[in-house]
């Protein structure tokens, strides 16, 4: 006999900030933040990447150089279903 309540599906869902740093000698590198604030706003990034710009807290790996600020910075919602056939 089929019983239904002895599978058990299993969803996750997240949300990362994934930011793609730029670098003087042509060098990226992408930063996931792992689950960051909802309200995370355009003008939040643009000081975030002033902020950068002005103490430079992040050197390339490849060649030491300044970082150029923030290429890109967009938010990654993910759902992931776990299907258990049992």
Do not use: C, H
């Amino acid at each position: 006999m089929f019983d239904i309540q002895k599978f058990a599906d299993t969803v996750t869902s997240a949300t990362n900030l994934k930011v793609e740093w730029g670098f003087e000698d042509g060098d990226t590198r992408i930063f996931n933040l792992p689950e960051p604030r909802n309200d995370i706003t355009d003008s939040d990034v643009a000081a975030l990447n002033t902020w950068v710009a002005t103490n430079q807290p992040i050197v390339g790996d490849k060649y030491g150089s300044s970082t150029t600020g923030i290429n890109s910075a967009i938010k990654v919602d993910t759902t992931r279903t776990k299907i258990d056939l049992g």
